[in-house]
């Protein structure tokens, strides 16, 4: 059965900095193409990042050169660390997993991704 758990949210003012964690179980994690989506209030999810078995990573605009994804394959562990963070980026984050496509094909569509956490809230303040 496969487990995602979120970890690291909170508040933070601007210009701050988070570490988001995703604990995963349940499926080969090499295999797996993973992400990092995240729901902002009255707002739809959108994909923040994505990061393949090979290490290689896609952002969205919106956060490119402030956010780093990364994966710790022997913790089974995926990561964002959120550098210079904005009000616009408050809303709870949500680590999500497939091993039916590569990163290439999930890329940014929800429905693409088949395990999802429980998330986690981060709020900047201004």
């Known amino acids: 059965q496969v487990h995602l758990v979120e970890s690291g949210g909170g508040s933070v003012q601007a210009g701050g900095s988070l570490r988001l964690s995703c604990a995963a179980s349940?499926?080969?994690?090499?295999?797996?193409?993973m992400a990092w989506f995240r729901q902002a209030p009255g707002k739809e999810r959108e994909a923040v990042a994505n990061i393949d078995r090979y290490d290689r990573t896609t952002y969205a605009n919106s956060v490119k050169g402030r956010f780093t994804i990364s994966q710790d394959n022997a913790k089974n562990t995926l990561y964002l660390q959120m550098n210079n963070v904005k009000p616009e980026d408050t809303a709870v984050y949500y680590c999500?997993?497939?091993?039916?496509?590569?990163?290439?094909?999930?890329?940014?569509?929800?429905?693409?991704?088949?395990?999802w956490g429980q998330g986690t809230q981060v709020t900047v303040s201004s």
């Open positions: 999500a997993a497939t091993t039916q496509w590569y990163c290439v094909v999930a890329g940014f569509v929800a429905t693409n991704y088949d395990d």
């Open positions: 349940g499926f080969t994690y090499s295999d797996a193409c």
